[in-house]
């Protein structure tokens, strides 16, 4: 018996000390958004009312660290207010797991994540968190990872499937890729860095002519771009461009390119301006071409480009008629307050037809609208902020043509939200590119 308790304390002072060189940290998150919308996505309709919500995210991430590995897991309620009565049972909150990955160490410089992961590459123009939206986005993956002082490299894999199958490798969850790799470079230098793009995007469609005995057939595109960074003292600038090729969604042959500039300069210690543009190819309505040139920027954060009131690329892209969008931003910071000023000034990169015209190939202007934008945002305290925002789009005819709507009513879209957000950067600024 003496032996045994001898075993027992021996085992438990080694359980211990293992415990010791482990860390366990609980990260806890807070982010609610009060909306008002009315012309949000698309242009408001004659006689439309507004709509006003509040929506919230909770979440706690825990990280387990050892010395070899660590495994995070993040869960997360997502709800409405008011979505379920003060007294019924919760059937509406939205309870998921928003990351769950193991992490191991291989070697001094290279590591291997496996499992559910939120990705953001290059300011989140082609693979981005989403972290504006309450969910966010997430990718179920495996991921290898490189890094020495100045170079890092990621390669990702991903394959998807409905649950566990006896056969076949349908499947069918809708607005997903069925698989995906993609290839991440990026250099640093003293004031620059350089990054490198490679995405194969895998998409799963039902054969037309298989109605008797469902079979599917997965089409592929390839995305590939550069993009570069300066950032002085008073001067900074940012270059990419992306091409796209393979098949589109329909299986025919796709070819599109993403190209943007901009330069901003320091006005003093406070104030800084920004001026660029950016252009999304597309595919014009008077086009008989098989050929896709509508751009995709696939899993991107869309709500950090082309104005913050979400009209652009954030349902089906497929055949549209691209963007041209050029932007000026003036930015003033103070302590703990800070205040954005963004207008965009909105265009077609290819031929709207005018189906209202006698001619059946006319076209309508390229214009399709401006939009101004204004963002607060206030620390209160240590990891605390308050971020509000106001916008408005004046639309145009082909901007109605394209997207329905009125455009003698005012379209417009207000916010109010509270981050709190422990660990995170001084100024969150949740999902907006300033």
């Known amino acids: 018996m003496k032996s045994f308790f001898r075993f027992l304390i021996v085992g438990l002072g080694m359980l211990c000390s293992i415990q010791a060189k482990a860390q366990l940290n609980f990260t806890p998150q807070y982010m609610n958004r009060a909306e008002y919308r009315h012309g949000y996505q698309s242009l408001a309709d004659t006689g439309q009312k507004a709509a006003a919500f509040v929506s919230q995210r909770t979440r706690l991430t825990g990280e387990y660290k050892a010395e070899r590995y660590k495994i995070v897991i993040g869960i997360q309620d997502i709800r409405t207010w008011g979505s ?56 179920d993956l495996a991921l290898l990872q490189y890094k020495d002082s100045t170079l890092t490299l990621h390669g990702g894999f991903a394959f998807n499937q409905d649950k566990e199958q006896f056969k076949t490798t349908i499947y069918t969850v809708q607005a997903n890729y069925k698989t995906f790799q993609y ?29 008797s005995k469902p079979d ?49 300069c320091k006005l003093g210690k406070l104030v800084s301006f920004t001026l660029g543009a950016e252009i999304l190819s597309g595919t014009s309505q008077l086009s008989k071409s098989t050929t896709n040139r509508s751009f995709t920027p696939f899993y991107g954060t869309n709500h950090r480009h082309n104005g913050y009131m979400d009209y652009f690329y954030l349902g089906n892209h497929l055949n549209t008629v691209g963007l041209f969008d050029k932007y000026a931003k003036l930015n003033f910071s103070y302590k703990q307050f ?22 059946p190939n ?65 100024w969150p600024k949740v999902g907006l590119k300033m």
């Open 183 to 211: 290839l991440w470079a990026n250099k640093q230098f003293k004031k620059s860095d350089v990054s490198l793009l490679v995405l194969n995007n895998g998409l799963q469609f039902g054969k037309k002519d298989t109605v």
């Open 216 to 264: 599917t057939i997965t089409v592929f595109s390839q995305t590939t771009g550069i993009r570069a960074t300066y950032k002085g003292d008073i001067f900074s600038g940012v270059v990419y461009g992306y091409y796209q090729f393979g098949k589109d969604g329909n299986n025919n042959p796709l070819s599109a390119y993403c190209a943007s500039a901009e330069a901003s």
């Open 84 to 139: 379920v009565g003060n007294a019924a049972i919760d059937t509406k909150g939205l309870m998921s797991v928003s990351e769950a990955y193991a992490e191991i160490n291989l070697s001094r410089k290279i590591l291997a994540r496996l499992g559910r992961q939120i990705l953001a590459y290059d300011d989140d123009r082609i693979i981005g968190s989403l972290d504006w939206a309450m969910q966010s986005r997430r990718h």
């Open 338 to 359: 800070l205040l954005g000023l963004n207008a965009h000034f909105f265009d077609t990169a290819e031929k709207v037809r005018n189906t209202k015209a006698a001619a």
């Open 362 to 426: 006319s076209s309508m202007p390229s214009y399709l609208g401006t939009e101004l934008d204004i963002t607060i945002g206030c620390k209160v305290a240590d990891e605390i902020s308050l971020q509000a925002g106001y916008s408005q789009m004046f639309g145009s005819s082909t901007m109605m043509m394209l997207k329905g709507g009125n455009t003698r009513e005012t379209s417009n879209w207000a916010y109010l939200m509270v981050i709190v957000r422990p660990g995170k950067v001084k």
